[in-house]
């Protein structure tokens, strides 16, 4: 009779176990679909406590489930304006589910975002060496390349940032973004017909805001090179094309009287 009642007991416990299993896996899922619920409405701190939530019910354990909500939870920390710990989530998405190129180009963006110009620049090195290999999108990688590089300026590293350009255009991966941003540089290095050949580049290349930016610093380097007319040239089509603006307006006074 002893064994018996042991034996129900045991049994009872197990589907109790079971049971509470069942209702937190529930509670996870509800929670889970609130949390995206959340991100679609705007609400995305309310998303990240119902995401959190739904980790904790989880106890430490990671599987399909834990990963979904973690890349749930990195989407509400980039649009809240959290890169820092967007960029942390995909750091543990890349531990517990492998370095895949989507959380390293995730967290790339994130960091570059956030001003961490180290990991941005780590990350990009390992995307930028699979576009070589073919295993990545060139396209992306050629936005990457603007915007890293954009980083490493604002973090006062012009050289690495210029190193980076230039390599993308050596291998074919510049956007038109980088062509301006090569275009610059050679611009503060005094070197306007290098400059207005890259600017011409990304002219190519480029279409929308880009080469409003374009348009605009090769008349400029137009202009430096003594070019007169032909830089009013350029500043008439650009305001033609983009519409006046007051510094354009005031390089087509200057020009006009040349």
Not at 102 to 129: N, P, Q
Not at 141 to 164: F, H, T, W, Y
Not at 207 to 225: C, I, P, S, T, W
Request: hydrophobic share 40%; proline share 0%.
């Amino acid at each position: 009779m002893k064994k018996k009642i042991l034996w129900i007991s045991i049994c009872a416990g197990i589907l109790a176990a079971a049971a509470g299993c069942g209702s937190s896996t529930a509670e996870r899922q509800a929670l889970r679909l609130q949390g995206i619920e959340k991100i679609d409405a705007g609400d995305y701190s309310g998303a990240i406590s119902d995401l959190d939530q739904a980790l904790s019910l989880g106890r430490g354990s990671v599987g399909e489930l834990e990963v979904d909500i973690l890349k749930y939870r990195a989407e509400a920390e980039y649009l809240a304006g959290d890169y820092s710990a967007a960029a942390h989530t995909y750091d543990i998405l890349m531990q517990v589910d492998g370095e895949r190129s989507e959380y390293v180009r995730l967290r790339c963006i994130s960091s570059i975002r956030s001003g961490d110009a180290d990991t941005a620049l780590e990350d990009f090195m390992t995307l930028y060496e699979a576009a070589k290999s073919g295993k990545e999108s060139d396209a992306e990688i050629g936005s990457l390349v603007a915007d890293v590089g954009k980083a490493l300026e604002d973090a006062g590293r012009q050289a690495e940032a210029m190193e980076i350009y230039q390599q993308a255009e050596t291998d074919g991966l510049a956007s038109a973004e980088v062509y301006n941003s090569i275009g610059m540089g050679q611009m503060e290095e005094g070197d306007y017909a290098s400059a207005l050949e890259f600017f011409e580049k990304g002219l190519e290349s480029s279409d929308g805001q880009a080469n409003a930016d374009l348009m605009f610093n090769r008349a400029v380097a137009l202009e430096y090179q003594g070019n007169y007319e032909e830089a009013l040239a350029a500043f008439e089509e650009y305001t033609a094309r983009f519409g006046q603006d007051e510094q354009a307006e005031h390089e087509m006074e200057f020009l006009r009287t040349r």
